[in-house]
């Protein structure tokens, strides 16, 4: 006995499979997806360059300020504004150090601000810490910056090693800042008429300031310091202090040591200096 025979799928049943298999491949590359997109993907290119600069530039200076509002303090009159100037940035003496870490090559200048203490006449002075100066006076406004930055640096004294005068000096302030120093307090270990070898470069940046007021100190005199005056200012030492003009004040501190050895000797430098440099003969006014 024979079976029914098996019928072959017609043309549409075969259409209908094929566009159930091949429709979702279709949508699937044609519709975006949590991969991405659909769109050809080209391969990554340099940035577009950059456009070049005008062969004129542009003037800042000819552009107009920006409208500021005007401080209360500009309301004052201009010799009060300086009195205040003068109290609040002067009279204070700022320190200037090297710090150096030894992880690293590079070295930071630290400052920190003292006051002469009061002592009695002959005694030597004595630094005392002192307020910080008030910066925010010169962040107020740009006209009150202009008119109190001179009396920073034309009423501040500046406190400097020897050894590291050059390096923080040009870190610290900068060499146009160097016009503007009248007041220094330079430091060193030992007072050596004839040494150390910096002495040319020192006096030679002194030269730049327009000093007023100058004072060395030193821990203790060498045994070339113990000479007659006169062969001690014709030194390199002797020689650029006399050298300064403008000066109205003069003064060498001796740490420590026996004054007895050489009682002569600080009075009749610290004599000649002002006779020379400063033009002072009152004794009374030479020894403050």
């Known amino acids: ?93 700022v320190d200037l150090t090297r710090h150096t870490w030894w992880l690293e090559k590079r070295y930071t200048v630290r400052s920190s601000c003292l006051e002469f203490d009061d002592v009695p006449p002959g005694d030597l002075p004595l630094l005392t810490l002192a307020p910080p100066i008030p910066t925010a006076l010169l962040r107020s406004c740009r006209q009150i910056y202009f008119e109190a930055i001179p009396a920073l640096y034309t009423l501040t004294t500046l406190r400097l090693q020897l050894s590291e005068f050059d390096e923080v000096l040009g870190a610290a302030l900068g060499r146009h800042r160097i016009p503007d120093i009248r007041r220094l307090y330079l430091c060193h270990r030992y007072f050596s008429p004839s040494g150390p070898p910096q002495w040319d470069a020192v006096f030679a940046a002194l030269c730049e300031m327009r000093l007023e007021r100058l004072v060395f100190e030193f821990d203790m005199l060498s045994d070339d310091a113990e000479r007659e005056t006169g062969d001690v200012l014709a030194t390199a030492w002797g020689r650029g202090v006399c050298g300064l003009r403008g000066l109205r004040w003069f003064d060498l501190v001796v740490r420590y040591g026996d004054p007895c050895a050489h009682p002569h000797l600080k009075r009749d430098l610290v004599r000649r200096v002002r006779e020379v440099a400063i033009g002072t003969h009152n004794e009374a006014e030479e020894l403050g």
């Open 1 to 93: 006995m024979t079976g029914p025979m098996r019928q072959t799928p017609g043309p549409t049943k075969i259409f209908g499979f094929f566009v159930l298999l091949v429709c979702p491949c279709i949508l699937c590359f044609l519709t975006p997806s949590r991969f991405g997109t659909s769109e050809r993907r080209h391969t990554p290119r340099d940035p577009p360059l950059k456009p070049l600069r005008p062969k004129k530039p542009t003037k800042i200076r000819h552009r107009r300020l920006p409208a500021q509002p005007q401080s209360h303090l500009m309301s004052l009159p201009l010799e009060l504004r300086q009195c205040i100037y003068a109290h609040a940035l002067g009279g204070r003496v």
